[in-house]
């Protein structure tokens, strides 16, 4: 099969993108398809004319443009089959104020949350206490996310967002066990238990792709009741976004109680991400994952979705 593999991007996420597609190439092409790749941060007036030319795009782009639907509405017009969700859910799952709106409604435990399209006013504080959590609202791989103690050093960090040209997302710094929880298809894939190191209070960009950044224990050693739960919780989110294909949540358990943070719908691909671990505990081999995405894909653009 022709396959365009769209990768890069001009997101703060470029080189993680980068990273998991020359993995992503290789096994296509140990599978036998025909790879081209389509960089869209040098080569986006050659989208539409390059998807004409293929068989199908398979896409690793985080942020935007990728995980905000954009790719996936030029494919769409140009009738090219994709894997993973389609615009609608992409952008609901990008933007982490959409996503928890929802989340909220369909009675998903998620941390309260402010949302700060622009700077706020000097007297601004929280509706809850510190110490705080604060992150784009449309960027991932915890860049720019971090910790604020107290208001001082929330307005620092509220400061270094805003200065990217990026809204802001501010919750309260919730502890406990980190975990993650990935949906193939209509069916969980065992849940991770991360445990980050090199001195990370929370799974920050180091965490995610330093090469020993974090312990992640997959299938998590916790309680069935708990995997349940995740499970459960995943598929949920998954649900309630309107997502198809793959996308994986990420919670924090606090005081026995399960809160749901975000969901991805372009997971990492990388050697050391987490949707090829949990899949590799399912007794799928890397190949095998990217054959089940291609065949989800197809099968959504036969069904119109």
Not at 99 to 119: D, N, V
Not at 173 to 183: D, H, I, N, R, S
Request: hydrophobic share 45%.
């Amino acid at each position: 099969m022709q396959i365009l593999l769209i990768a890069g991007g001009w997101s703060s996420e470029r080189e993680v993108s980068l990273a998991g597609a020359a993995k992503i190439r290789q096994a296509l092409v140990v599978l036998g398809h025909d790879v081209r790749f389509l960089d869209p941060a040098e080569s986006f007036h050659d989208l539409t004319a390059e998807a004409a030319r293929t068989d199908f795009a398979f896409l690793n782009l985080h942020g935007s443009p990728g995980e905000d639907g954009l790719i996936q509405a030029i494919l769409d017009a140009a009738r090219v089959p994709y894997q993973g969700t389609g615009p609608s859910g992409s952008l609901l799952a990008l933007n982490k104020a959409a996503a928890k709106q929802i989340f909220h409604s369909c009675g998903l435990l998620t941390p309260p949350w402010e949302f700060l399209p622009r700077p706020p006013a000097p007297s601004f504080a929280p509706r809850f206490a510190p110490p705080y959590f604060v992150k784009p609202n449309l960027g991932g791989s915890s860049v720019n996310a971090g910790l604020a103690a107290d208001h001082a050093a929330l307005d620092a960090a509220l400061a270094a967002i805003f200065q990217c040209g990026e809204a802001a997302i501010v919750e309260p710094a919730l502890t406990g066990m980190e975990l993650t929880c990935a949906v193939l298809g209509e069916t969980p894939l065992p849940p991770i238990l991360i445990k980050p190191k090199s001195g990370s209070s929370f799974f920050d960009y180091t965490a995610k792709y330093a090469q020993d950044g974090a312990d992640e224990l997959c299938p998590a050693p916790v309680a069935q009741e708990l995997l349940h739960r995740l499970e459960e919780s995943a598929l949920a989110a998954h649900r309630a976004l309107g997502l198809t294909g793959y996308s994986r949540s990420d919670f924090i358990l606090s005081d026995d109680r399960l809160y749901l943070l975000e969901t991805n719908t372009l997971p990492g691909m990388t050697p050391t991400s987490l949707l090829p671990r949990a899949a590799a505990a399912a007794g799928m081999t890397f190949e095998d994952l990217l054959t089940r995405l291609i065949e989800l894909g197809l099968a959504r653009f036969r069904h119109g979705r």
